[in-house]
């Protein structure tokens, strides 16, 4: 495998070799659809194929060859995770009890990426309805690391996450409404950005609508920010979302941290877990801020107890999710999903508007510890990717104990977090640390993102090389 073949190279790579006629955009999709036919039957990170993909792609390269490309993406390969509607493919949301009739409409990401001339080409598999960690659910089964098989690609963006550690091409969708797209990056070594709360519109809202944000999921910092900028258009549909002038999010990402106050955080409100490479790992992240100019220092913002405003939020959504599907398809659902339904599902109005004042507290807390601090530095997951086979089991103590631990708070807050790929760990799997800013500071993550990123080379996987002894 080489630097050569397009399915490797960045958005940013592509569009350059198209600008000057050194490679096409069928032949890029060319080069992505077959390693999709090489790894896909084990990786397993789609939902579905999108048939009129090379004819997207052919329709990018008239234009290009017309000097006339529509978009800052012109022919650039892209997946969607299946929680996002893409006119003309269902969106089954990972689940046997959703309709397979195509969807009428676009979602806002998808058109601000169509309209970039993005060319999408497949939709990613999803935990049911995003409610997990774990890259399984009922419908598409389990999605595998291209770093190792045997181990998760996490979730609940659990495609992209797949695709993009597998090399399908350079650009993924993910959501994130406790840590969706940021998890699975920090396990598949790729860059993963939540962006500040109605940055990128959303319609209709999931069943987490109130913390949840669509982002992307890229091998490189640059690209994210690239990507960020076709999908942050406002839209009408969504009446929360930012109504900011688009701009591109590379402007400035170059600046280095020089003079940026860091604080390196250990407490969320209780004390994530950690193992001792995920802390060294956010040491090293600390010195090589410091190095850059940064101002770095251990602190701790004055959080309430997290855990207890997140299981709320979480339990009382799939409750509700739970209480919508028919009676008659119940049965079809993930059994956990299930569980932590009926462990929060009888919560008091009352109870769930203190959770609501708790989270707001929350925010206002993290806005307080901004005013000091330009960015936070913290782990992403408290280990490196699981076993993808494992049983989910406890999915209420696993939450804040084994997966989004590190991330859900800035869910709660609405503010950016971006994880940055941070190597590889004693047994060859990936490590990320992430870096969280004020609400509307994403350009301050993608800036110490970007400095990270400089500093630690990050090798790509090498599916080829575990597809051999895998058994199916």
């Known amino acids: 495998m080489s630097d050569t073949d397009p399915a490797l190279m960045s958005a940013e790579q592509l569009l350059s070799l198209y600008a000057s006629r050194r490679l096409s955009p069928v032949e890029a999709l060319q080069a992505v659809l077959e390693r999709v036919a090489r790894y896909n039957p084990w990786v397993n990170a789609f939902a579905m194929l999108n048939p009129k993909a090379l004819v997207q792609a052919g329709e990018s390269e008239a234009r290009w060859a017309a000097g006339r490309p529509i978009g800052p993406l012109d022919g650039v390969p892209v997946t969607v995770k299946d929680l996002l509607n893409v006119q003309g493919m269902p969106t089954r949301r990972g689940s046997k009890t959703t309709s397979s009739a195509p969807a009428t409409e676009d979602a806002p990401a998808v058109l601000g990426l169509k309209a970039a001339g993005a060319v999408i080409f497949g939709k990613t598999t999803t935990t049911e309805f995003g409610w997990k960690t774990p890259g399984d659910c009922p419908l598409h089964g389990i999605s595998r690391n291209a770093w190792n098989p045997e181990r998760t690609v996490g979730g609940s963006s659990s495609g992209a996450g797949a695709a993009g550690a597998a090399g399908f091409g350079p650009l993924h969708v993910g959501t994130d409404a406790g840590g969706s797209i940021r998890i699975p990056a920090a396990y598949c070594g790729l860059v993963g950005m939540k962006p500040s709360y109605g940055r990128i519109p959303q319609w209709p809202h999931s069943a987490f609508g109130q913390v949840s944000c669509a982002g992307p999921m890229t091998r490189s910092v640059r690209d994210a920010a690239l990507m960020m900028s076709a999908m942050a258009q406002p839209d009408i549909r969504d009446p929360f979302c930012l109504h900011d002038e688009p701009r591109d999010w590379r402007s400035g990402i170059e600046a280095g941290v020089a003079g940026l106050r860091v604080a390196v955080v250990r407490r969320l409100g209780y004390a994530p877990p950690i193992d001792a490479e ?19 220092e251990d602190a701790e913002p004055d959080l309430p107890d997290t855990r207890q405003v997140f299981g709320r939020v979480w339990g009382v959504a799939l409750a509700r999710l739970v209480k919508t599907t028919a009676p008659e398809k119940r049965a079809l659902l993930d059994r956990g999903l299930e569980e932590v339904a009926e462990r929060e599902g009888g919560m008091s109005a009352v109870d769930f508007l203190g959770a609501e004042a708790l989270r707001t507290e929350a925010a206002h807390a993290m806005a307080r510890f901004h005013l000091k601090y330009d960015l936070v530095l913290c782990p992403t997951t408290p280990t490196a990717a699981f076993a993808a086979d494992a049983p989910t089991l406890k999915p209420t103590e696993a ?11 800035f869910n709660l807050t609405r503010q950016p977090a971006i994880s940055v790929p941070f190597g590889l760990d004693e047994h060859g799997m990936p490590r990320g640390v992430q870096i969280a800013a004020a609400q509307l500071r994403d350009d301050l993550c993608f800036r110490a993102a970007r400095v ?21």
Do not use: Y
């Not at 939450?399 to 708070?409: I, K, Q």
């Not at 990270?452 to 199916?472: F, L, R, T």
């Open 278 to 296: 995920g802390e060294a790992a956010m040491l090293a992240a600390a010195r090589i801020l410091s190095e850059h100019g940064a101002i770095v």
């Open 399 to 409: 939450l804040w104990r084994d997966w989004a631990p590190w991330t859900f708070a």
């Open 452 to 472: 990270i990123e400089q500093a630690v080379a990050v090798p790509v996987a090498q599916p080829e090389q575990q597809s051999c002894g895998h058994h199916h």
